[in-house]
């Protein structure tokens, strides 16, 4: 007898599947995948989910229609424990809370822990509702967690190399920036804009003006390249002034701490050093390279 809320779609793939081919717990050794009901009780989230906010409209939009309707395609779990852990399909599963469901039908991995973890990223980093921060954060979790290069990464999910680059850039920014891509205020395109500015205030004060007078992409890129043409140009005049030695401490300093060294320097020799560092991860990198001379 099936569940009240089995939706015909399901009903469909559930009624032709040919149980020959579909291998389960009783060939422990040859298990792949089973479809089965679940009880909600005994599903567990994702840790690695990257969305931790989930929009409680749109939610029960979903309760709604899974109510009438029910669950037409199923979530995909991996055993953990007792308990079944969420590899894809976590909004559909608060849906059906929501909707008084007592159980789901869930596609059963056996998988290891690792593939648990990289599937679950990939297929979220696919979907097309997740914004550009929660995308960058599953990309660094995936390739550390997994040791998979940028290009590696990039041949999974059928993107280039940059573009994983340009997404992991992101969480470089600073923590306003990042909260106004996280909230829709900023595209990719102007995040990825923004990335060329080494100055933070910077690129704070064109967040700031982009909110503010809604400027376009292209106008961001020719303001980015503006400013960067003025901070060439700044530079090139301090050197021009700066005695040799001090030329020299400053290419060799740069070179060494691979961050930008500024020096600035009075008539009469009195100056100051300025040593760069975009986070507090960079400053303790720049601190031991200090220390350890």
């Known amino acids: 007898m ?3 809320a089995l939706g015909k779609g399901l009903e469909a ?16 050794a040859e298990i ?25 409209q749109s939610l029960q939009e979903l309760a709604m229609s899974i109510k009438e309707n029910g669950v037409i395609v199923p979530i995909t779990v991996n055993k953990h424990g007792g308990k079944y852990m969420i590899i894809a ?9 929501q ?38 954060l599953s990309m660094k979790a995936l390739c550390e967690q997994t040791g998979l290069s940028h290009q590696e990464l990039g041949n999974k999910l059928g993107k280039s190399r940059s573009n994983v680059a340009n997404y992991i850039r992101l969480l470089n920014l600073p923590a306003e920036i990042q909260l106004s891509i996280r909230a829709d205020e900023l595209s990719m395109g102007h995040a990825r804009a923004l990335i060329a500015l080494e100055d933070e205030k910077q690129q704070i004060e064109l967040v700031r003006k982009i909110i503010k007078d809604g400027l376009s992409v292209r106008e961001v890129e020719s303001a980015v390249k503006k400013l960067k ?6 530079k090139t005049n301090q050197k021009k002034q700066l005695p ?50």
């Open 2 to 4: 099936k569940s009240p």
């Open 13 to 28: 793939l559930l009624g032709s599947i040919d149980k020959n081919s579909v291998k389960t717990e009783d060939k422990k």
């Open 32 to 56: 792949n995948a089973e479809i089965a009901y679940i009880p909600l009780s005994d599903i567990i989230p994702n840790p690695e989910q990257p969305r931790k906010e989930f929009d409680e």
């Open 89 to 97: 399909g976590e909004r559909r599963f608060r849906a059906s809370k």
């Open 99 to 136: 909707a008084g469901l007592k159980e789901i039908p869930a596609y059963i991995r056996v998988v290891t822990e690792q593939q648990s973890m990289q599937m679950a990223l990939i297929e979220n980093i696919q979907r097309e509702d997740l914004n550009a921060m929660e995308i960058a």
């Open 229 to 234: 043409e003025a901070e060439v140009k700044t």
């Open 244 to 293: 040799q030695l001090h030329n020299e401490f400053v290419t060799a300093m740069t070179e060494r701490l691979q961050t930008p060294i500024t020096v600035k320097r009075s008539q009469r020799g009195k100056g100051t050093i300025t040593i760069a560092f975009k986070n507090d991860k960079e400053f303790e990198r720049i601190v031991s390279l200090l220390k350890n001379k």
